[in-house]
């Protein structure tokens, strides 16, 4: 990584801002990335979210590898009793004293230059709100290099179509830990703080910013995002009874309270529509949701979208093929 700031002790605090719940299995090459980082004014807020492992004892077994490299009031180790991402990432900020925070997954690992490269980005771009960067996805336990996770986007989204972007794909950065803002920016979420009913605070944190700042995509690498099974997204994504994609519900609201323009309403409904079908018909394998789902799609105007009535009728197939197969079984 190419970074061309030259950094000093009087450069802007940056706020390291980590929740965990049950992460002894996989803390220490995220510890590990920590200790890369050179950026040399930073600090590190952990938050033990109710973990019922050994995740207290690993931090406290690099606690002073930590302090000797960030400072020794520069380490911070909050618990609490487990309430979920969104409530211990509010209480990380809160806690935060930098002008800037770098959030970052407990099963990431920072690359060395990280920190660097986002504050690099900022000064290059002072009206920024956020910024982004490109990523490694990394196998769980050999830490493989699987691809990069902008190799194949020609442009990825920056300054004024992030907002849009968001709205349509999703948050489709891939980890909390591949971007930076400005502290200031906490400001334009509703009471200052993420909605804790959400499951999405980083698709939400960065809608609000969008809508307001630019935020800037750099090509730099600067995180390897770890591809494990046991992670919080895909034990979501094994609910059955989980009726309504989460993100979708993010964006609803969003849009409810900033707007946007008709076509990217039309687009991001198009999407919403087309995964809540997807999810009932592959996952829940439900027709009365299926049906329900094609209902609201028609109401949201979606009635000449030829994916929304493919994915709907085709439901139909595996329930018109059983009632042939019942008459038949009948009719012997």
């Known amino acids: 990584m ?3 700031i030259r950094t000093t002790a009087n450069s802007p605090l940056v706020s390291i801002v980590t929740p965990c719940y049950n992460g002894e299995s996989h803390l ?3 510890f590990a990335g920590l200790l ?6 930073k600090e590190l807020i952990f938050v033990d979210d109710g973990s019922t492992d ?3 004892k690993v931090f406290e077994r690099f606690e002073p590898l930590l302090k000797a490299k960030f400072g020794q009031e520069r380490i ?6 487990n309430k979920g991402v969104c409530s211990a990432t509010n209480l990380g900020y809160k806690y935060s004293r930098g002008g800037y925070i770098v959030p970052c997954d407990s099963d990431d690992i920072m690359l060395p230059g990280k920190i660097d490269a986002h504050i690099d980005c900022f000064s290059r771009n002072p009206d ?4 982004y960067s490109d990523s490694y996805i990394c196998e769980e336990k050999s830490l493989r290099i699987l691809k990069r996770k902008f190799a194949y986007w020609k442009s990825p989204p920056s300054s004024a179509g992030v907002y849009d972007a968001l709205l349509i794909n999703g948050f489709f950065m891939g980890s909390a830990s591949t971007y930076c803002f400005r502290k200031e920016c906490l400001k334009f979420l509703p009471g200052g703080k993420l909605n804790e009913k959400y499951h999405g605070q980083n698709l939400e944190l960065l809608l609000y910013i969008s809508f307001h700042r630019k935020i800037v995509f750099h090509s730099d690498i600067t995180v390897c995002i770890i591809k494990r099974v046991g992670s919080l997204e895909h034990q979501r994504q094994a609910k059955l009874k989980d009726t309504e994609p ?3 519900e993010i964006t609803l609201d969003v849009i409810d309270k900033l707007g946007c323009s008709k076509e990217t309403r039309r687009r991001m409904l198009k999407r919403h529509w087309s995964k809540v079908l997807r999810y009932h018909f592959f996952v829940t394998q439900d027709p009365k949701y299926v049906r329900r789902s094609m209902k609201n799609a028609l109401k949201c105007g979606l009635i000449f979208d030829w994916k929304v009535w493919s994915l709907y009728l085709f439901h139909f197939i595996p329930w018109t093929w059983n009632k042939i197969l019942e008459m038949r079984k009948k009719s012997d």
Request: aromatic share 14%; proline share 7%.
């Open 2 to 4: 190419t970074v061309n």
């Open 28 to 30: 220490e090459p995220y």
């Open 36 to 41: 890369l980082q050179n950026y040399p004014n």
């Open 54 to 56: 050994g995740t207290k």
């Open 76 to 81: 911070t180790y909050i618990f609490q009793e």
């Open 128 to 131: 920024a709100g956020a910024v």
């Open 246 to 248: 989460k993100e979708s």
